[in-house]
């Protein structure tokens, strides 16, 4: 059977019971799949920093890693690693990156948060084939029929760069297939810096940590254990180990000195409530300098991060806080370990501080010449819809003008994150209320909870054309919670 009619099937036999959707979908998303290897002991793994990307290519192909203690995983990668390697550019500055396909099925290459043209956005039906031929295309899904800008064995990604210093990320953004391929290890890091951001005195160096949170469940072999098709688990895909930057909860050890922290949740489902154990004295262990779209104005200490799926926090800890040889865990307070760091030595070489100014560059939007609502929600058939419509390419939500600011009220009777293309955004409200501790700065994701209404503030800026709105739960992004909105000549 087809995926999606695979999973309307389960949803046909949910509503003949009679229980209805509101049991079958619990406040807090996914579903936990348990591991069939066995799980390694936390904190014997090394953290390891993703390699920087050395030229403009990334080969996207199949290799064999060293995950779990006496077992190989066999993962899709970019360029051979887990997460894929670290692509570094500068704000003003165009850069290119080709994609070679060398998987058994056609990929799509999506730079979260980027700032965008349309034919380098990573639309959904835009397929890099096989470099080999066309293998298994569309296994998983009903949309096979649907064309896009597709390519055979490679394409060239062009990025004008015109933004801010930010942590972004790229990942595949295939139509109907992105939960199992980001499963497999098609995620990484793409950091863009600018003058802004060099001249302020932050952690730098072996002191500044990209941290890329994912979870993953492993069959016997060692290999990812994901369920395609499975109707029991189209609310998120949750593992049992939690893996940062591919190691599972690994240990780091630090000087008593300022670290810069860019945490990225690239788990497919799983909603992390961080926090450090033990806290330091006088709380705040977290200052936080950035979110997804670059840095605050000003920052903000936090006893705790939520980090929902494809959400960035930069933060700054300072590791002198805490007594030399002190184990300082990093936990997720709804799920258990993370990693952890060893805080060692005497090494106090820090000249690092926290401006009480981080940047000039956050000042509100104007008013805005429109508001649109967009409810997300579920189908009878299991399907998750927005406006009750489940996604169909090429068939434009809203229609926005370029130069235009609008505001977007998202509402849920469910828990989604809530990702926007092309632009960063700004928070207004929730639940027409003041904005939460999470939601300051520029946004690309939102963290909207059950029974939620969020609206944000955002500019439609520079390039005419297809662009999409939707969940960053992958399995419900999977299940046609998607939508195109089109950016219109003024």
Not at 43 to 53: N, S
Not at 126 to 152: K, N, Q, R
Not at 163 to 180: E, I, K, S, V
Request: charged fraction near 25%; aromatic fraction near 8%; glycine fraction near 10%.
């Amino acid at each position: 059977m087809k995926r999606r009619a695979l999973l309307g099937a389960g949803a046909a036999a949910v509503a003949a019971t009679g229980l209805g959707w509101s049991l079958l979908t619990p406040k807090r998303p996914g579903k936990l799949l348990r591991s069939r290897a066995p799980l390694p002991k936390p904190f014997e793994a090394r953290l390891a920093v993703p390699p920087v990307l050395n030229g403009d290519e990334i080969v996207q192909r199949e290799a064999d890693l060293r995950i779990l203690p006496g077992l190989t995983t066999r993962a899709w990668t970019y360029n051979g690693s887990f997460p894929g390697p670290t692509v570094v550019t500068r704000s003003g500055r165009a850069a290119t990156v080709t994609h070679r396909n060398q998987l058994p099925e056609p990929v799509v290459v999506h730079l979260h948060g980027g700032h965008t043209p349309p034919g380098s956005d990573g639309y959904p039906i835009d397929e890099i084939l096989p470099e080999h031929g066309p293998g298994g295309a569309h296994p998983h899904h009903d949309m096979a029929a649907m064309s896009g800008d597709t390519s055979m064995g490679s394409r060239v990604y062009r990025y004008p760069m015109t933004q801010r210093a930010a942590t972004l990320w790229y990942h595949d953004h295939r139509m109907g297939f992105t939960g199992p391929a980001v499963y497999r290890g098609l995620a990484g890091f793409h950091l863009v810096r600018d003058d802004e951001e060099d001249a302020l005195p932050l952690p730098r160096g072996e002191r500044e940590l990209p941290l890329m949170l994912t979870d993953r469940a492993f069959e016997a072999d060692g290999s990812f254990r994901y369920p395609v098709g499975d109707a029991a688990y189209m609310n998120g895909v949750l593992g049992d180990v939690v893996l940062v930057n591919g190691r599972p909860w690994p240990v780091h050890d630090v000087d008593p000195a300022r670290y810069r922290l860019r945490f990225l949740n690239a788990s497919n489902a799983r909603r992390y409530r961080l926090e450090l154990d033990p806290q330091p004295p006088g709380g705040d262990a977290f200052v936080q300098i950035g979110s997804d779209g670059g840095l605050l104005r000003r920052p903000i200490g936090h006893d705790a991060l939520v980090i929902a799926p494809a959400e960035r926090f930069d933060v700054v800890v300072d590791f002198s806080r805490w007594r030399p040889g002190t184990e300082v865990r990093l936990v997720d307070r709804d799920g258990g370990d993370v990693m952890r760091f060893d805080v060692k030595g005497s090494r106090r070489d820090d000249d690092s501080t926290v401006p009480a100014q981080l940047s000039r560059t956050a000042e509100p939007l104007p008013p805005p010449v429109r508001t649109r609502t967009f409810r997300f929600n579920q189908g009878s058939d299991g399907t998750w819809r927005i406006n009750d419509l489940e996604y169909r390419p090429g068939r434009a939500l809203a229609r926005p003008r370029l130069g235009d600011v609008e505001h977007w009220r998202f509402v849920t009777d469910f828990h989604h994150p809530i990702h926007l293309h092309l632009n960063h955004f700004q928070v207004v409200s929730r639940n027409a209320q003041a904005i939460g501790a999470y939601d300051h700065g520029w946004k690309d994701t939102v963290d909207l909870r059950a029974s939620e209404a969020v609206e944000v503030a955002v500019r439609f800026t520079d390039y005419p054309g297809t662009f999409m709105l939707h969940c960053h739960n992958l399995e419900h992004e999977d299940m046609a919670m998607m939508a195109d909105f089109v950016v219109e000549p003024p």
